[in-house]
């Protein structure tokens, strides 16, 4: 004890009935509200969870129980209704993956376009079609790489739209 306040150390010995307070404590203890508030507050804290300390009494056969059998855990749900869960979602996943007559997703950035209109030409016509069609960039024709004699038709005629 120092001239102004009890040991902080004191309090959880005496509260737990290890020790006892020499009569300068106790004295202390009476005259000063700082050491006395403190001395409830460890008093209180070492009694939480005691039956006692919530002002319930139990009886000495639950007592004795209770220390001879250590609480079991809770059963957690989850065990089961995971099972459920996760065979509900194969079971959505494969209805949704399974759908007869259901097309296929097409990878992003790509768009697949059916003409049904070209169903009804001949090989012929459809040539005459894709060569209307313009190259895309990456396919574009470099005729400077070729002698003139060696470029058709279409290709000398794509080199003069692509001029003008």
């Known amino acids: 004890m120092n ?4 040991d902080s150390d004191r309090f959880a010995p005496v509260a737990r009935g290890e020790s006892r ?17 403190e001395w409830r507050l ?21 007592i004795q129980r209770l220390a ?5 855990p809770a059963r957690q749900w989850g065990s089961r209704a995971g099972w ?3 065979a509900g979602a194969a079971a959505v996943l494969a209805l949704v993956v399974l759908i ?15 003409l049904h209109e070209l169903d009804d030409l001949t090989p012929a016509e459809l040539e005459a079609v894709l060569e209307t069609i313009p190259p895309a960039a ?13 470029l058709s038709v279409p290709d000398l ?4 739209r692509d001029m003008e």
């Open 100 to 114: 007869p007559g259901r097309e296929p997703a097409s990878p992003p950035g790509l768009t697949i376009t059916v």
């Open 42 to 62: 460890v008093s209180a804290a070492l009694g939480l969870g005691r039956p006692e300390s919530a002002g319930i009494a139990l009886d000495g056969a639950v």
């Open 138 to 150: 990456d396919e574009a024709l470099h005729v400077e790489a070729a002698p003139l004699g060696e």
């Open 21 to 37: 307070w020499t009569g300068a404590e106790a004295a202390h203890l009476d005259r000063c509200p700082e050491c006395r508030l």
């Open 157 to 160: 005629e794509r080199m003069l």
């Open 68 to 72: 001879r059998e250590p609480a079991q």
């Open 3 to 6: 001239a102004q306040h009890l």
């Open 84 to 86: 459920v869960l996760a």
